[in-house]
């Protein structure tokens, strides 16, 4: 009996308030403990944070329909305003070590394909609807039956994807790997470093990073992802003052002139809820929003399903515990996001570099979330880590994640080649979407050729149809006469 558990049965006195926080937070039940609760959040956040750099840089550069363009500093605000709060809210609700933030993609979406149909505030609007909508999906209980009706093997597949996903995000965004420019006339899509080679001091970081967390983890040192970020930080720091270097990226290693800096919150509240409906045609509408709810919807579920497989939190059954909660909270964000102008706000997977640390409980997302909430006013010294520091803890965790592929059967190809196909096609098209659109539609394809069509839950029939008309999105708007 630990020294904790004797201090409980004693009679008298209310139970220490630390011991309050760990039942509720379930550590010691789910085998972790405050150390690896705080690495974990700690690690979370520096693998995200640079979502505050990014999500201002992709929604501040583009312009709507009256060639409006949004704040980058209140961007920034509203970004971490938004991550900091819903994070803590699903640490606490949810109990889950999942962080929340604007997500990738999403963003593109509201700043490239809706703004220019519209204003910022009616953008805002239907991202706003988008997230009621989710919510709405959850409490009738139809978002987590189709959770429910997904095979275990292909919730393996899912998680498996996403691992070479997210250590292909680590690869590109430390330059390691590159898109060739389409003026090379090459039919390769990508390279090694710029040129076809490894060159410059920012890619030397990176790979000093993966060998540095890859010898930490094989001799199972504590911390092992957050010490390789914090010294390849310092280290960049150091090559940074005594090197030429054109460029390292969005986040340059350099210490900043101030340490503190106020938030503008001038975007909050900044939007129309039905405003979209008078600048373009319902049917646009519908099919806009119809985009961002299925890309959010199937995003969530695959980062929701791989961060609760790597914890070892799934049931034998594998589903995830309160998953109700969590959805619920994921859908409130979208609608936070929207209302904070910064876009919709979703689960991320960059959430499994702290589970990588150690999490396993919501304890580790009030690190995370007030380390956001820190990042309001202490932005200049918080954004100082450069991407080629936090990428090789995406590399990593992808490596962590790959391992559950022994799980599947691929002997039985009516699994094994949808199994293939979610694991391919997420890295392959930088989507977790894609690849699970893309598993779902050959598993009920194969099963109705085997004749098994009856083995299919009817809501994976219904959700495969969704992601046919999402993978036609283009014909059918062209069919419609919206394009």
Request: glycine share 10%; charged share 15%.
């Amino acid at each position: 009996m630990s020294e904790s558990q004797k201090t409980v049965d004693r009679p008298g006195g209310p139970p220490p308030a630390v011991s309050s926080v760990d039942r509720f937070f379930k550590i010691s039940e789910r085998g972790s403990n405050f150390g690896r609760e705080i690495r974990g959040g700690f690690a979370t956040f520096f693998t995200m944070a640079y979502i505050l750099v990014l999500n201002p840089i992709i929604l501040g550069s583009a312009k709507d329909k009256f060639g409006e363009t949004l704040d980058p500093v209140q961007l920034t605000t509203a970004t971490a305003l938004v991550a900091a709060v819903m994070t803590i809210i699903m640490g606490v609700g949810g109990n889950l070590p999942l962080a929340l933030a604007a997500g990738l993609g999403l963003n593109a979406v509201v700043a490239f394909q809706i703004a220019p149909l519209m204003s910022w505030d009616d953008a805002m609007g239907l991202v706003v609807l988008e997230g009621l909508l989710i919510c709405v999906l959850v409490v009738t209980g139809l978002r987590e039956a189709v959770m429910h009706a997904i095979p275990q093997p292909l919730k393996q597949a899912i998680s498996v994807g996403i691992g070479l996903f997210i250590a292909f995000i680590g690869f590109v965004d430390a330059g390691f790997v590159s898109r060739i420019p389409d003026a090379a006339n090459t039919t390769v899509p990508v390279q090694l470093g710029g040129t076809g080679s490894l060159t410059g001091w920012p890619i030397l970081v990176f790979c000093l990073g993966v060998l540095l967390t890859i010898g930490l983890l094989a001799r199972k040192v504590k911390g092992a992802i957050l010490i390789s970020i914090v010294v390849m930080t310092l280290l960049a720091l150091v090559i940074n003052s005594i090197a030429d270097i054109k460029a390292w990226g969005l986040t340059t290693p350099e210490w900043p002139d101030k340490l503190v800096d106020t938030p503008d919150f001038g975007l909050i509240g900044q939007f129309s809820l039905f405003g979209a409906f008078g600048e373009t045609t319902v049917i646009t509408v519908v099919l806009l929003v119809f985009t961002l709810v299925l890309s959010d919807f199937f995003d969530t579920m695959g980062t929701v399903v791989g961060i609760s497989a790597e914890a070892g939190l799934l049931d034998e059954e594998g589903k995830v515990p309160d998953l109700g909660k969590v959805l619920l909270i994921d859908g409130a964000a979208a609608v936070a996001g929207g209302a904070a102008s910064s876009s919709s706000a979703t689960s991320y997977i960059e959430s499994a570099a702290g589970v990588g640390e150690g999490s396993r409980t919501g304890f580790s997302n009030l690190v995370t979330g007030g380390l956001f909430a820190l990042a309001l006013f202490l932005t200049p010294l918080l954004t100082i880590v450069p991407l080629q520091a936090a990428a090789p803890a995406l590399v990593a965790v992808g490596f962590l994640m790959m391992t559950q592929v022994k799980h599947i059967d691929w002997d039985k190809y009516e699994i094994a080649i949808p199994a293939f196909l979610t694991i391919a096609v997420m890295p392959f098209t930088y989507s977790i979407t894609n690849g699970i659109g893309a598993g779902f539609v050959a598993y009920v394809v194969i099963k109705a050729v085997l004749g098994k069509a009856k083995e299919v839950h009817w809501l994976l029939w219904g959700t495969s149809a969704l992601f046919l008309v999402y993978f036609a999105i283009d014909p059918i708007e062209q069919i419609l006469g919206v394009k």
